[in-house]
């Protein structure tokens, strides 16, 4: 048993990184090796299998019709519509493999995946929802990914629980919300970051329980601030109408004024709430984790995981939860995983090792597509005694003889899938997302890059031509092509133009905002900078108030927060900060 902390040099960027007491515990409890990448490239190498906003055009496999997926045409797989795939009972057996001790596993399941059919998208319980990918319970959606609960919600990500929005990334129940990143139980609020029961009101960062406020930071309980200083309702009122904010060119000064703004006033070091013993950023009422982000509720006893709700005891993961336990290297869980290793949307799984797309199974190695089944090794059958003499056998041929990949670097069990047998290239993921790369970073780093589509659109409207206003927006406008104002040239994934469609119309108009002059994807990247990145630094509070209990000579708080040293915000402790506010 290790008691102690150790350090190691990651097999992929070469930088030492540490694997804590705990960690080593983990891995003992769930019978793995502790793993040779440090978290960030763990992160990486995960998150580069999981696709979620890029969609292709493709000829269904089985029906020969028209399909929107996921999966690239130039990739050589067996791609089923997903209504299809879920409907047809096919024999998922006629692919299997036998076992083969003559060659890495990791190959023998590429083999399996190449030839075992994919459905097209991975949504569940859809009603009229075009071009979504990773939704749940979802109605009237329109490019909407990763997110559940939702009714008329478009160009969004990561959303639980939201109704007649647009454009937002992360939180919980929002009602008519526009621009919003990680915001919690709010109604007709826009552009605002990491705030919570706000009505009628925008421009708002880290505030709570407000109704009337435009361009407040770390305010409380309160109604009708502008840039923090109270207001009559009249004087709010007259000085609204006086923004003109139904003006682009006036929405985006505004904009500007209060990103100066923000950076003012101080910022707690990390959106932790009633959480014990927790270092990350955007959790709420979990304990004992490390490294964990955009966790919504109840994690306990976990590590290095984001995206995640009602989770126990488990370490990597992304898009994890919903009564979950004992999960390692695991993307998408679905609800009631328990013991998972190395899966990609396995749902209501326990004891499965290394599959794709698995459900309501048990005992799986190095499987995809199966329904309903147990003791299967690359989708054929075992009897259980079978599988439990063949299973440590196919352990020790990890070890013995892994998987190298182009770049030399060595997969034994435990370790995740290469990125280089993803049938993704690093920008069509959410690697690219979480952890930027330009073209050049991302060959050099060893993962495949997406080229740029020719796409010759014929543009409609030139993005100096967008009328400014939204009452000179005309019904016409639907249809049109719009050029982004990026026109291809950024590293966001740009489309170069995008559509308007009638409820997105009809939504603008009823709350006074002009049309944007971003295509969704930029849209998207341009919020995702709002949040931080999945990285903690250690630091010092900022906070020298002679009037906080520190006196004059500084708070000696230290923290983990994911504001790197070199960005302008001044950073607070919990202590100092809670002093500021409230
Ligand atoms: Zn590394
Ligand atoms: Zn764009
Ligand atoms: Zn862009
Ligand atoms: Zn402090």
């Known amino acids: 048993m290790n008691d102690i902390s150790e350090s190691r040099i990651c097999q992929n960027c070469k930088i030492e990184f540490v694997i804590e007491k705990e960690d080593f515990k983990f891995y003992e409890k769930i019978k793995v090796p502790p793993p040779t990448f440090c978290p960030e490239c763990r992160g990486k190498r995960r998150m580069s299998w999981r696709n979620e906003r890029t969609l292709y055009k493709r000829i269904c496999d089985a029906t020969q019709k028209n399909i929107i997926t996921m999966f690239p045409p130039e990739q050589k797989l067996v791609v089923y519509e997903r209504d299809f795939w879920w409907k047809e009972t096919f024999d998922a057996f006629k692919y299997g493999q036998d076992v083969n001790f003559d060659k890495p596993f990791f190959t023998q399941f590429r083999e399996l995946f190449s030839k075992m059919p994919l459905p097209s998208l991975l949504n569940e319980n859809v009603v009229n929802s075009s071009f979504c990918n990773c939704v749940h319970n979802t109605k009237n959606g329109y490019l909407l990914f990763a997110s559940m609960e939702t009714e008329n919600v478009f160009y969004s990500s990561r959303v639980i629980g939201a109704k007649d929005s647009l454009d937002l990334f992360g939180g919980f129940d929002q009602e008519m919300c526009y621009e919003n990143v990680m915001c919690d139980k709010s109604q007709r609020l826009f552009f605002s970051e990491r705030s919570m029961e706000c009505f009628d009101s925008m421009f708002l960062s880290d505030c709570r329980n407000l109704n009337n406020c435009i361009g407040c930071v770390n305010l409380r309980n309160t109604s009708y601030h502008i840039f923090n200083k109270p207001y009559s309702k009249e004087g709010y009122k007259k000085f609204l109408s ?156 990890m070890n013995d003889m892994p ?107 009823r709350m006074n905002l002009p049309i944007p002059h971003l295509c969704p994807n930029c849209r998207h990247y341009n919020r995702l900078k709002q949040r931080n990145p999945l990285k903690l630094w250690h630091r010092h509070c900022m906070c ?23 960005r302008p915000e001044i950073i607070y402790c919990e202590r100092c900060y809670n002093q500021e506010v409230y």
């Open 403 to 509: 998987y190298i990949d182009k770049k030399g670097r060595i997969y034994r069990y435990g370790e995740f899938f290469p990125s280089e047998l993803s049938p993704f290239s690093y920008n069509e993921t959410i690697a690219q997302e979480y952890f930027p790369l330009t073209k050049e970073e991302a060959l050099k780093e060893g993962y495949s890059w997406k080229e740029k589509e020719e796409r010759n659109y014929t543009i409609d409207i030139k993005n100096e031509d967008i009328p400014n206003n939204i009452k000179e927006v005309e019904d016409s406008i639907i249809n049109k092509v719009i050029e982004c104002e990026h026109k291809g040239k950024c590293n966001e994934q740009c489309t170069e133009a995008f559509k308007i469609i009638p409820d997105e119309l009809s939504f603008y108009r």
């Open 242 to 397: 006086n923004l003109k904010l139904d003006d682009y060119t006036n929405l985006s000064e505004f904009k500007k004024k209060f990103e100066i703004f923000k950076k003012t006033l101080p910022k707690k070091y990390a959106n932790i709430l009633r959480c014990y013993s927790v270092t990350g950023d955007n959790v709420t009422n979990s304990k004992n984790c490390r490294f964990c982000f955009d966790a919504y509720r109840n994690l306990e006893d976990c590590a290095f995981s984001t995206h995640a709700l009602d989770l126990k005891d488990s370490h990597d993961g992304y898009g994890l939860g919903d009564n979950s336990e004992q999960l390692y290297e695991v993307i998408d869980s679905g609800a009631n995983a328990f013991n998972l290793l190395s899966t990609i949307c396995v749902h209501e799984c326990r004891n499965v090792y290394y599959s794709y797309n698995c459900h309501n199974s048990s005992n799986l190695f190095f499987c995809s597509g199966l329904r309903n089944k147990s003791y299967c090794i690359l989708n054929k059958q075992y009897r259980k005694e079978e599988y439990e003499e063949l299973v440590p056998k196919i352990i020790q041929h």
């Open 544 to 566: 020298k108030n002679p009037k906080h209990a520190h006196l004059d000579i500084g708070c000696p708080s230290e923290f983990e927060t994911s504001y790197s040293p070199d």
